[in-house]
T-cell receptor, first 113, second 115 residues
Framework: KAGVTQTPRYLIKTRGQQVTLSCSPI?????VSWYQQTPGQGLQFLFE???????NKGNFPGRFSGRQFSNSRSEMNVSTLELGDSALYLC????????????FGPGTRLTVT | AQTVTQSQPEMSVQEAETVTLSCTYD???????LFWYKQPPSRQMILVIR??????QNATENRFSVNFQKAAKSFSLKISDSQLGDTAMYFC????????????FGAGTRLTVKP
């Protein structure tokens, strides 16, 4: 069974632009969570989607948004990019929505210049 | 507030020896899960071991075991017979059962296994 995939793996954007990252969960998994990883703040929870509904949201500004499609694939969007948004963005999927079964993707490295 | 603290930013161990990584957490909840994740240079987060707070028995996965002290809110990871492939960042994480997937991570410990 294929693992969690994320595209693109690397991305370079300019301040003020917007970006969309994609995550395809393991087949059959209905929950997708997103995390931001930076050297300064570590790993921080962004949000979680289950069956196309956002169930939980971390403490991030409204510039960070996401959605989930009927096939469970998820996208996250960051608008009006700031230098501080440079990070590794990880998504994780789980079968039933409980994190003890959570599997991570390889991440998307976003660099904002 | 739910917080996870890993007090050892870096550690090293000789191949085949044993090393213990420390983790403490803070919560007023009673039902939660604890995890250790490994993140090698490839960046893929890999679940090493997990522990349900209601279980008193310490979890074990091959060379990896935990020492879970609920009263002390401590959750250390012991790696036995360390291998070069164990070189990675190790993150302790904490999840409250009723809070879906809002998982809190520690800052990580960089472990280097030396030949």
């Amino acid at each position: 069974k294929a693992g969690v995939t994320q595209t693109p793996r690397y991305l370079i954007k300019t301040r003020g632009q917007q970006v969309t990252l994609s995550c395809s969960p393991i087949s059959g998994h209905r929950s997708v969570s997103w995390y931001q990883q930076t050297p300064g703040q570590g790993l921080q929870f962004l949000f979680e989607y289950f069956s196309e509904t956002q169930r939980n949201k971390g403490n991030f500004p409204g510039r960070f948004s996401g959605r989930q499609f009927s096939n469970s694939r998820s996208e996250m969007n960051v608008s009006t990019l700031e230098l501080g948004d440079s990070a590794l963005y990880l998504c994780a999927s789980s079968l039933t929505g409980t994190s003890y079964e959570q599997y991570f993707g390889p991440g998307t490295r976003l660099t904002v210049t | 507030a739910q917080t996870v603290t890993q007090s050892q930013p870096e550690m090293s161990v000789q191949e085949a020896e044993t090393v213990t990584l420390s983790c403490t957490y803070d919560t007023s909840e009673n039902n939660y899960y604890l995890f250790w994740y490994k993140q090698p240079p490839s960046r893929q987060m890999i679940l090493v071991i997990r522990q349900e707070a209601y279980k008193q028995q310490n979890a074990t996965e091959n060379r990896f075991s935990v020492n879970f002290q609920k009263a002390a809110k401590s959750f250390s990871l012991k790696i036995s017979d360390s291998q070069l492939g164990d070189t990675a960042m190790y993150f302790c994480a904490f999840l409250i059962f009723s809070n879906n997937n809002d998982m809190r991570f520690g800052a990580g410990t960089r472990l280097t296994v030396k030949p």
